[in-house]
């Protein structure tokens, strides 16, 4: 096994000691992780937030359907540095900069991850490429590997014009520009303060609530092809009505039947490394929101929690 030449005895991790809100959240010194056969430990630099973050931890129950238990770390996205190699490991070294995710654990200093583990086990790391921050890759394991999964679904392409509901938010901006580089015309909801950053993104902005269905018709005579729900239902309900066949349209935070839900878990092969070059050659841009430190945990997960941020939170460890 290959290590620095310090090794720490001691680390933080944000974990919950009892499920609940960001009042629940707690910065705990725990033991320093070690990479066993086929692992590599990762120094976290930044961690980017998501609503399954909070989501996932809200209640036992809830807690359990994600096989989560206490006490349980918070956070999925991750970027940093490795810094132990396990026995085995061949796709990686001391000192290579990665992105990834890590169910529920990735708030923390140090993540031991699977060299060839899902997200949702042993966790899943990536090369950084270069001219990519890792603030920037901290962003995009989770909502660049849904936005892949849901416009995969769709399969929109030049001759489409694509509805994308919540389109300002942690998914949105990737689908959006993921749909506008397939050649789509995009049509983004969100409130009427978020028209300009849905517009630098290549949305043509639109207001969601009542009265939807209209606006879209105003703005796309003829007619919607294809349609992305990325907060709820209500979108794609407006998209049935727009005559969008149930074989175009997708959710990912709630299912409706008839309707195929794009999860990131399904993602193709390669998708969240095309996506980190399309970063790294800058075709796409991922919109920073807020950061913060890890000692202010709690501020940022009520901000990403109230839904209406444009972008991405991000911890800086």
Known sequence: MTEPSINPIASRAVQFESFGGPE???????????????????????????????????????????????????????????????????KFAVGDRV????????????????????????????????????????????AGSTAAAALAVVNAGPNDTVLIGGAGGGVGVF???????????????????SADALRALGAEPVTYGDGLVDRVRALAPAGVTAAMDLHGTDTAQAARELGVPDERITTI??????????????AAPGAIEEIAGLVASGRLRVPIAATFPVEQIRAAVELQAGRHVHGKVVIIL
């Open 24 to 90: 629940a959240l707690r910065i705990r010194e725990v033991p320093v992780p070690h990479a066993g056969p086929g692992q590599i430990r990762v120094r976290v630099t930044a961690a980017g937030l998501n609503p399954m973050d909070w989501f996932m931890t809200s209640d036992a129950e809830t807690a359990a359907r994600f096989g989560l238990a206490l006490p349980c770390g918070f956070g999925t996205d991750y970027a940093g540095i490795v810094d132990e190699v396990g026995d085995g490991v061949s």
């Open 99 to 142: 992105f990834g995710g890590a169910l529920s654990r990735a708030v923390a200093d140090y993540v031991v991850i699977d060299e060839a583990g899902p997200i949702a086990v042993g966790g899943e790391a990536h090369r950084t490429p270069d001219g990519v921050d890792d603030r920037t890759a901290a962003t995009l394991a989770i």
């Open 175 to 193: 689908a959006v520009q993921l749909a506008r580089l397939a050649g789509a015309r995009v049509l983004g909801t969100g409130s009427a303060t």
């Open 253 to 266: 935070a709630a299912r409706v039947d008839g309707i195929t839900p794009a999860n990131g878990a399904n």
